[in-house]
């Protein structure tokens, strides 16, 4: 057998031989430091032997792949303490992604307590203490039936039925052996450090309806070096944790008389409005016209779109208030059904919208945009902004033909750069997600509908990623993934291709040809929802955000009673420039304004002396603590007021054609 290493060098091994023996033979120090291999790219377990000739490249512990090994290797050390420490212990399932933490279903038959996670943790550094082995092993799966069987496992045999082929795969360590693809580090000693972060209540299979299991999770990671590192983030992340947050910059609030639906305060609905007031802007650069629909529809409208089938338990049903015939009269047209739903979504509103006028090509590509609420039935999920149960999106559907596709991909691409960048956000990712296994359409309709969103991707020079089988049933989507100020991966913006919805409400526009055609209809959305994309950009942040979104842009600091109608002038100046201001009028010492300013997270502070409201201007400092020293009144105006602006307000319009722009509009300031 012969393989090649990253250099390009060959080796040659005896038959047989697992990628453990390729780096023994290497060298002993290699053998011990390796926790798994690559073949091609694809990940392995040292201890499978190596099936055929390719590159091979032997992973160490500080490689990006390892620390989800290590997690992976320490979630079966966690079923190895319980299965020792509770005699008749079931043990389910692990998670499939171990990016960030591991977890183990059991059952024991009641909750575990506080002591009891203490007792498996020290149980748990016992095993790594004794460096026990990971040995794989393949059977035929009638064979793990029978020893699953015949441990009292009772949910490996159900495992196993959902499991393709004849032969499974097997990793035992000391008292425990389990179903799992691999791959596992060697031995427990190479997991450096670990910690169990507690359990909570889940039940098999994610459903209700079915046996309550104890999922106990953990972190692990190479070292303690890396453990203290996550300690600091997880700190950081307390910190900025946007519940808290909110709640001390005074931004929004909970009541259990509206349970997951956030009350914005003041200064909250001033970065919402905000938020809202900048996407205008940039629709109208990028050619969409703004719409407005219903709150409550006729349940026949998701009937037609499938939502009524498929998404009804997420849904809040109204009651009219008055008889069928009553609302039968009321109705321009017959309805077949006068159940009445609040919308959950905007997509089956703008078909409706669509199907109320005659379009021909020349209409298209049609952009509606739409900041309508929308309200879903969330279950327990709910946590703070990231999920609520009434929320707004930057929500627009856009109806163009099979040809238009790729060109709006790649201008809804140019909007995505821009919009993340003036967010800051700068590090994304992009995802392809492709055709699943259950679908609507032909395969020459996915082909073209594939082919234009990569090849939309590859003309921005942008790389991704492939799902396979992660689209929609309707359609292929791009997914743009954000990493925030703590190193978190964010699934935010999203453009979504569907045949299906266009299909279903029978719209249809007038080609070129004059025979008529139906349209593709593109959902997509730029921050998701404005709720979770608050939440997670003031953890981003810190509660400190860019000048141009902040509630308060400057805050002045009058020292006496003297200096209070100076202050007044000052203020007057700014806003008069657009700056959002506050004079803190409290008979307090400079330095507890200063501290309680910078604690707000107030850009900037504007003291004010008696020698300023002789000069006629402040002294500046920044939320930061740099003091700037003495301004001007005119050059605190023009500093102050030219960071204040929404973004791209100077720039040109992108996309003309949309309502209230024109051609000559193009290179006017939108």
């Known amino acids: 057998m012969r393989v090649q290493l990253p250099d390009g060098k060959e080796r040659e091994v005896p038959d047989g031989s697992t990628f453990l023996d390729l780096a023994k033979s290497i060298g002993p120090g290699l053998a011990k430091a390796v926790v798994a291999a690559k073949l091609d790219g694809e990940l392995m377990d040292l201890q499978a032997p190596i099936p055929r000739f390719g590159t091979v490249q032997l992973l160490k512990a500080d490689a990006p792949e390892a620390e989800e090994i290590i997690r992976h290797s320490c979630e079966h050390v966690l079923a190895t303490a319980v299965i020792r420490l509770f005699k008749g212990a079931q043990v389910t399932m692990g998670p499939q992604d171990h990016s960030k933490d591991f977890y183990y279903d059991f059952d024991i038959g009641r909750a575990f307590s506080p002591e009891d996670l203490e007792k498996i943790e020290a149980e748990m550094k016992k095993i790594v203490a004794e460096d026990v082995a990971f040995v794989r092993k393949e059977v035929p799966k009638d064979e793990a039936v029978q020893l699953f069987q015949s441990l009292g496992q009772r949910f490996k045999p159900e495992i196993l039925a959902w499991i393709p082929g004849d032969t499974v795969t097997l990793y035992q360590d000391a008292d425990f052996i389990d179903l799992c693809r691999g791959p596992h580090v060697p031995s427990a000693g190479r997991i450096g450090a670990f910690r169990l972060l507690g359990a909570a209540g889940a039940y098999w299979r994610g459903d209700a309806t079915k046996d309550p299991l104890q999922r106990i999770r953990g972190v692990a990671f190479k070292d303690e070096k890396a453990l203290k590192a996550w300690d600091e983030k997880m700190e950081l992340a307390r910190q900025r944790d946007h519940r808290r947050l909110g709640k001390e910059l005074g931004l929004f609030g909970f009541s259990p008389l509206a349970p997951a639906s956030p009350f914005f305060l003041p200064k909250g609905a001033v970065i919402y409005n905000q938020m809202l007031a900048y996407m205008r802007g940039q629709y109208r650069r990028f050619g969409y016209q703004e719409v407005i629909t219903p709150q409550i529809y006729s349940v026949d409208v ?43 979504m905007n997509c089956p509103g703008h078909c409706v919208l669509f199907g109320m006028g005659h379009h021909s090509f020349r209409d298209l590509p049609w952009r509606v945009a739409d900041f309508g609420r929308l309200h879903r039935a969330e279950g327990e999920a709910v946590h703070g902004m990231m999920r609520v149960r009434t929320f707004c999106q930057d929500d627009a559907h856009i109806f163009v033909s099979e040809d238009g596709m790729q060109s709006e991909m790649s201008t809804f691409m140019e909007l995505v750069d821009e919009v993340y960048g003036d967010f800051g956000l700068t590090d994304v990712t992009v995802v392809v997600a492709t055709r699943p296994e259950k679908r609507l359409g032909s395969d020459a309709i996915w082909d073209r509908a594939e082919k234009a969103l990569m090849t939309a991707l590859e003309e921005k020079g942008r790389k991704y990623t492939v799902a396979p089988g992660e689209g929609a049933f309707y359609g292929p989507k791009i997914e743009l993934h954000v990493k925030d100020g703590l190193d978190r991966d964010w699934q935010l913006g999203t453009i979504q291709v569907d045949f299906a919805l266009p299909e279903r409400f029978e719209l249809e526009y007038v080609g070129a040809d004059g025979a008529r055609h139906r349209p593709v209809m593109l959902h997509r959305a730029i921050f998701g929802s404005l709720e979770r994309f608050f939440g997670v950009y003031l953890e981003h942040t810190g509660g400190a955000y860019p000048i141009w979104l ?75 603590g740099e003091d700037l020293g003495y301004q001007p009144l005119e050059a605190l105006v023009a500093k102050i007021g030219s960071e204040a602006r929404l973004p791209g307000s100077d720039r040109p319009v992108r996309v003309t054609g949309a309502i209230g722009v024109a051609a000559e509009d193009n290179q006017r300031p939108a």
């Open 550 to 624: 902040s509630p308060v842009q400057a805050a002045i600091l009058p020292i006496t009673d003297r200096a209070m109608a100076h202050a007044d002038v000052v203020a007057a100046a700014l806003e008069k420039a657009g700056v959002r201001v506050w004079i803190d009028r409290r008979n307090e010492k400079l330095g507890k304004k200063i501290a309680e300013g910078r604690v707000q997270k107030y850009p900037y502070l504007l003291v004010i002396g008696d020698r300023e409201v002789e000069q006629g201007g402040a002294a500046l400092r920044t939320r930061g």
């Open 302 to 344: 998701f009937k037609t779109s499938g939502h009524y089938a498929n998404y009804r338990e997420n849904m809040y049903f109204a009651d009219p208030g008055h008889s069928d015939e009553e609302i039968q009269k009321t109705a321009p047209g017959p309805l077949k059904n006068s159940e009445f739903s609040v919308k959950p």
